[in-house]
């Protein structure tokens, strides 16, 4: 019995953007000397933790926007290994019968 393919081949441009944002949220805040001072305080908070702190945010909302373009591109691969084409701007969402907004 032949396999039959669960998702179609993948363009590796979605997942190169992910990485780099994976990478830049992890790196950017080992870099100390950026941020290895006192001033400017928040609410008497040193920059040095406050800045931290909001790296928790960034990171949080990086992190679901490469969780959006990686399953947008499962969704995307498995449409193509359904149906056998695709056109390079498959819309995962249209191929459900919504339409986009």
């Given amino acids: 019995m032949p396999e039959t393919p669960t998702r179609g081949p993948a363009r590796p441009l979605p997942y190169v953007i992910?990485?780099?944002?994976?990478?830049?949220?992890?790196?950017l805040p080992?870099?100390?000397p950026i941020y290895a001072r006192h001033d400017p305080?928040?609410?008497g908070?040193?920059?040095f933790y406050w800045y931290q702190i909001l790296w928790i945010?960034?990171?949080?909302?990086?992190?679901?926007i490469v969780y959006i373009i990686v399953t947008r591109e499962d969704k995307r691969r498995?449409?193509?290994?359904?149906?056998?084409r695709?056109?390079?701007?498959?819309?995962?969402?249209?191929a459900r019968g919504q339409v986009s907004k």
């Fill in 18 to 27: 992910s990485g780099i944002l994976l990478v830049a949220g992890i790196v």
């Fill in 57 to 64: 945010f960034i990171e949080a909302f990086v992190l679901w």
């Fill in 86 to 94: 695709d056109n390079g701007t498959t819309n995962p969402d249209s």
């Fill in 45 to 47: 908070m040193p920059f």
């Fill in 41 to 43: 305080d928040l609410f």
């Fill in 30 to 32: 080992l870099i100390v």
């Fill in 78 to 84: 498995r449409i193509v290994a359904r149906t056998g």
